[in-house]
Nanobody, 116 residues
Framework: QVQLVGSGGGLVQPGGSLTLSCSAS????????MNWFRQAPGKERELVAS????????NYADSVRGRFTISRNKELSTVYLQMNNLKPEDTAVYYC?????????WGQGTQVTVSS
């Protein structure tokens, strides 16, 4: 079965960096687009960034463009989100996602808190 396991969240000061990882299994990883979403308290879940099966980066949210980078590693079946110059408004639970045969699959979410 499809499984997505996210990791790498934590507490970081404003201006700091974090890299999130999402390990995928149960499907042909390099055949599908992978996404990172986030959900802040009291807000709807929003798409942060996507990367296609060919490695084309898409859909960076305006609020993170230039600060976040999505990437993927074929050998490790892992997608990453490198987050630089973090701001308090980046505080959220971050979820990796993919859609396989029209079914959405989600990682368990990893908390990122940006605070001094």
């Amino acid at each position: 079965q499809v499984q997505l396991v996210g990791s790498g969240g934590g507490l970081v000061q404003p201006g700091g960096s974090l890299t999130l990882s999402c390990s995928a299994s149960g499907f042909t990883f390099m055949s599908y687009t992978m996404n990172w979403f986030r959900q802040a308290p009291g807000k709807e879940r929003e798409l942060v960034a996507s990367i296609t099966n060919l490695g084309v980066r898409l859909n960076y949210a305006d609020s993170v463009r230039g600060r976040f980078t999505i990437s993927r590693n074929k050998e490790l079946s892992t997608v990453y989100l490198q987050m630089n110059n973090l701001k308090p408004e980046d505080t959220a639970v971050y979820y990796c996602n993919t859609r396989v045969f029209r079914v959405d699959y989600w990682g368990q979410g990893t908390q990122v808190t940006v605070s001094s």
